[in-house]
RNA sequence: GGAGAGGUGGCCGAGUGGUCGAAGGCGCACGCCUGGAAAGUGUGUAUGCUCCAAAAGGGCAUCAUGGGUUCGAAUCCCAUCCUCUCCGCCA
């Protein structure tokens, strides 16, 4: 969320910039102005009315000492009323803090300058292709049937063990699975990124801390008797580690890397694009996540990017990378890239990694800070980034390789799966 | 799941109703000492909110979390969460 301070000091760049992403946060930010004047009144009211009952309080332990029994009870009297008082004001600070917690959840993150406007995904703009097209035999097949062609990815069995959108990978299907995500750890791990394996399941506190909570709630899986979530990324628990930690400068950037499955609920999303790999419930994703100085941040962006274009090029598949406009983005997001591989035989773009910086908006709900050099706590900034998901790289690994002999594994891959063909 | 013990600052640890945001130690920072270091020694060392134009300096809150008792709670009571020990169950 955006701390009050920008909201209340850059007023008008708020507004300004938040109409990039479609917002008129006119009327929001008054309201939190507003309710913020509100709090402030209060609390000082209520401040001072507890520093007499503290003071009131004290006197009376030594008026009691004294033995002035009759003035002791006088000040007793004055506690109780003042008691009161601030009974009635701490409860007008709890509405207004509810109040002003609940208005300022609303306003998205600020879009970064570099953002392109924009309202639908016809509006992003692409920054760079790569890859070479597949050439397709004459009777290529999408990659559903690929599937039961060769046994290796069961959407029906999945169906009965499950539902739909939980497949079982079955043979090389299933090697290929672990193939991949070996392969995507390992140059995560090359390029410093430090390997975890965290819970895939979470508390509220950590799904508040990203931003699942309150507003996505319908998207995650809930275990009721124990409350607690079924992650829909790594992000969830690994971004967590650092909720409510002050760092030293010298500790940052972190770069963390991790394998986890991912469960969504995808509530809404039936019909289309949905079929075979394109939208499940359950899918495996390797995730990079970044914690940095705000001065470098960006440059880490692109670091990120980058190092993600190198793993899709030794995939060897048709790529383009694009910058999200305004109007996509994500509520959470100051810059987004998308990665999006070419699935030749539906002839679709599918999305396959979505890089982005949060600058400090993740940050101030975990209260991850660091300590400046006049020691002063000062929010971090977080990126994140797939790195990648699985699914559609799987699709469009099958449909673009196929061949009369077979699906043909990319070299890179190779030594994971052990074999060249499916 | 049952029984018991416990949760205090970056860490260890004292504190069972007032003078406690909290002794002492470790760690850390800066200084003194030293040719340099170690040792020694001095000072400082939580977070959030708030008052103040700002600094300085005040105020409030926080001793797992949330309630309660009391003029006053780290300390007493209740609930929840967590940790440890024993028993049970179990990959």
Request: proline share 5%; glycine share 6%; with cysteine.
């Amino acid at each position: 969320m955006l701390t009050l301070k920008i909201i209340r000091e850059q007023t008008a760049t708020v507004l300004e910039r938040l109409t990039v992403k479609g917002v008129d946060a006119k009327n929001t930010v008054n309201e939190i102005i507003a309710v913020d004047d509100e709090r402030k009144a209060v609390q000082t009211a209520l401040d001072a009315n507890l520093a007499q009952q503290n003071a009131t309080a004290k006197e009376i332990g030594l008026l009691m000492k004294q033995g002035s029994k009759d003035a002791a009870e006088a000040a007793k009297n004055k506690v109780a009323e003042l008691k009161k008082e601030s009974a009635g004001l701490e409860q007008k600070l709890a509405a207004a803090e509810q109040k002003l917690n609940e208005k300022i959840v609303l306003l998205p993150n600020l879009p970064s300058t570099q953002v392109p406007a924009g309202k639908t995904p016809e509006d992003n703009v692409v920054v760079r292709e790569g890859g070479a097209m597949p050439t397709l035999i004459a009777n290529a097949v999408p990659h559903w049937d690929l599937a039961k062609k060769y046994d290796i990815i069961d959407f029906e069995l999945g169906n009965k063990l499950t539902g739909a959108g939980f497949p079982v990978y079955k043979g090389k299907g299933a090697k290929l699975q672990r193939a991949l995500i070996s392969f995507f750890l390992d140059e995560n791990t090359a390029a410093g990124y430090n390997e975890v394996l965290p819970p895939h399941m979470v508390n509220a506190d950590s799904g508040f801390g990203t931003g699942q909570l309150p507003d996505k709630e319908g998207q995650m899986y809930h275990a009721t008797a124990d409350d607690f979530y079924l992650i829909p990324t790594a992000e969830v628990p690994v971004t967590n580690i650092y909720r409510d930690v002050i760092l030293n400068p010298s500790d940052l950037p972190i770069k963390l890397t991790a394998y986890t499955p991912c469960f969504r609920r995808e509530a809404g999303s039936y019909g289309k694009d949905v079929r075979g790999l394109n939208r499940l419930h359950q899918f495996d994703k390797v995730e990079i996540v970044r914690f940095e100085l705000p001065e470098h941040s960006y440059a880490a962006l692109d670091g990120m990017v980058a190092h993600v274009e190198n793993i899709v090029k030794k995939l060897e598949l048709p790529y383009r990378i694009l910058k999200l406009c305004g109007g996509d983005m994500s509520f959470t997001s100051a810059l987004t890239f998308d990665f999006e591989v070419y699935s030749a035989a539906q002839q679709k773009w599918l999305e396959v990694s979505s890089v982005s910086n949060f600058e400090s908006f993740q940050a101030n709900r975990l209260k991850c800070r660091y300590r400046t050099e006049d020691k002063k706590t000062q929010l971090v900034h977080t990126l994140n980034g797939s790195s990648l998901a699985l699914p559609r790289i799987v699709a469009a690994l099958l449909e673009n390789n196929q061949t009369e002999n077979g699906i043909r594994i990319p070299e890179a891959l190779r030594k994971y799966t052990g074999f060249e063909y499916i």
